[in-house]
Every structure is written in C-alpha cells, then in structure tokens.
C-alpha cells in the first residue's frame, strides 16, 4: 500500500514537471507573436492616444488639452449622425454580405454542373485591385452612360439617379461593399459545409428531415464557427471601410455616405487637427472592439453551451 502511494506521488511530480515544460513551451511560442502585436499594434494605438490628448497640427506648436478633443467630439451632432450610420452600415453590409454568401455557399454544396468554373468565377472581384473595382462600379452606376441604368430604362423603368441622392449613394454604396466581401465568406462556408459528414445528412433525412430543418439543424450548427470568424472579420473590415466612399461619393452628397473612417480623414488631413482626428480613431477603435466582442461572447456561448451559466 506504501509502494502504491509512493509510485503515485512520483508519477504526480512527474507529470506536474511535464506540464511545467509544457507552460514554458507555450509560453516561448506566444512570446514573438504577442511581441509583434505590441510592436505594430499596440505601440501605435499608445502614440494615437497620446495625440488624441494634445492639438497638434503640423507647423504649429503642440500643446496638451486634456479631454477637449473627445469632449468636442461627443458635444458634435455631426459625429453622433456618422457613428450611427457607421454602425446602421456594418450591421447591414455584414448582413447582406453573409445571407448571398451563404446562398451561393449552398448552392455551390449540391452537385452543381461545372461548379469549378462557378467557383472561378466567384473568386474573380480578388483578382482586380480593391480601388479597380471600385472605379469600374462607379462607371457601371453612372446615370448618364451606365450599364446598370441602361438597362433599367430597356425594362421600361425609369432612370435610378446613383450618386446624386443620399439613399441612392448609400445604397449604391453598399452594392458595392457587399460584391467585395461576399466571395471570400462565401468560399469559406463551402469549405465548412464540405467538411459535414455525409452520415449525418443522412441520419436526418431518415429520420424525416426535409430539406430546409436539414439545413436548419444540422448544416448550420456545424459550420456556425465559420460564419462566426467571417462575421467577425468583415465587420472589422466594414467599421473602417474608407476607399469605397472616398472613391465613390467622396462622402457625399454632402456627408450623407460619410463614416468615421472618412470623418476621420477629413478632419485629420483636411483640417490639419491630427489631435482630432485621433479622438476619432479611438472612437473607432473603442466600436470596433464592441461589436467584435459581441460577435466573440455570440459565438462562444453557441460552441461551449455548458459556458452559458
């Protein structure tokens, strides 16, 4: 009995050695990648705070004003109509993005003929450069020459006036933001679904499944995890979205089609007020964390169900 316990204190200490050499292992693995997020991220994020505390301004000495800069900030009814129609467009786009991504995802899932070239042809808005296709869309929605209109008018409807409106812009806006995003989500979601074993479509099919509780209960819970990451990302990408307004409308009409990233520009390098602008950049940051941790708690508490309480 002595031997039994002493055999089990060793293996104890051997395995608590073990797991020490583990810890270390880990550690040194994680110690370049979080050194670099330091050095590229955080590191800047520390200098953008510092500015936002100060009025800099090229040229002009720079002086430490405290709060002034976020309490001028929060005291504008221009930046309150920006930040919520920043966050009305990534709840939208990311939205849109992600139901035609799924669509086409599924689609792609049956034994679609010639779904190579589909599958080619889907991944074409990465072969131009972001700007490139930005422009061509412009052209396409131009109400004097455009494709897009002339055939609207071929089908008897009248004219759409893209770019001269504020919903128009904005809806022309998001066409485009949706037609950039899409592909890649879309791609990664015919990956997830390729990877459901077949045994267990077929287990819901016998049991009298139809085709949408198919999907419904089983498709979608297995390739949630994917559509959780690709939500997480494209609503990264949509709080910063800048060269699709600035290429398109310039935030115009007006700052009707605006968004923190270019009322972020323009107050920053249109009005020199760096200290400003970095006010803005901390806003952004400050939502981009929020909607991101949001979408993380979301797609933890549907993986780990035991975690709820």
Do not use: C
Not at 10 to 30: N, P, S, W, Y
Not at 84 to 96: E, M, T
């Amino acid at each position: 009995m002595a031997t039994n316990s002493i055999t089990a204190a060793q293996g104890r200490r051997r395995h608590k050695k073990t797991r020490t050499a583990e810890d270390f292992v880990a550690i040194g693995a994680m110690a370049a990648p979080i050194l670099l997020l330091l050095l590229f991220i955080g590191i800047p994020a520390a200098v953008l705070l510092a500015t936002a505390f100060t009025d800099y301004s090229p040229g002009i000495p720079t002086k430490f004003v405290g709060w002034k800069n976020f309490t001028t900030l929060f005291n504008s009814s221009v930046f309150y109509t920006i930040l919520l129609r920043n966050i009305v467009y990534v709840i939208g786009v990311v939205s849109l993005q992600l139901l035609v991504a799924l669509g086409i995802a599924l689609i792609l899932d049956n034994d679609l003929r010639y779904r190579r070239i589909w599958m080619a042809l889907l991944i074409a808005p990465f072969a131009i450069s972001p700007v490139v296709g930005v422009v061509i869309w412009k052209n396409l929605l131009d109400p004097s020459y455009g494709l897009v209109n002339y055939v609207i008018s071929s089908l008897g409807l009248p004219p759409v006036p893209w770019m001269s409106t504020p919903l128009t812009s904005m809806i022309a806006v998001v066409i485009v933001a949706v037609w950039r995003g899409f592909p890649f989500i879309a791609i990664i979601l015919f990956a997830a679904l390729r990877g459901i074993p077949d045994e267990v479509k077929e287990a819901a099919r016998m049991d009298g499944a139809n085709s949408f509780q198919v999907f419904w209960y089983v498709k979608l819970p297995f390739i949630m995890p994917a559509l959780s990451i690709m939500a997480l990302f494209e609503t990264i990408f949509a709080v910063r979205e800048f060269d699709t307004i600035q290429t398109m409308t310039g935030g115009g009409p007006g700052t009707s089609t605006s968004l923190l990233s270019h009322y972020l520009y323009r107050t920053a390098f249109g009005t020199f007020r760096f200290g400003m602008g970095a006010s803005v950049g901390w806003v952004m940051l400050a939502l981009t964390m929020a909607m991101a941790a949001l979408i993380i708690w979301r797609a933890y508490r549907d993986m780990f169900p035991k975690s709820k309480a």
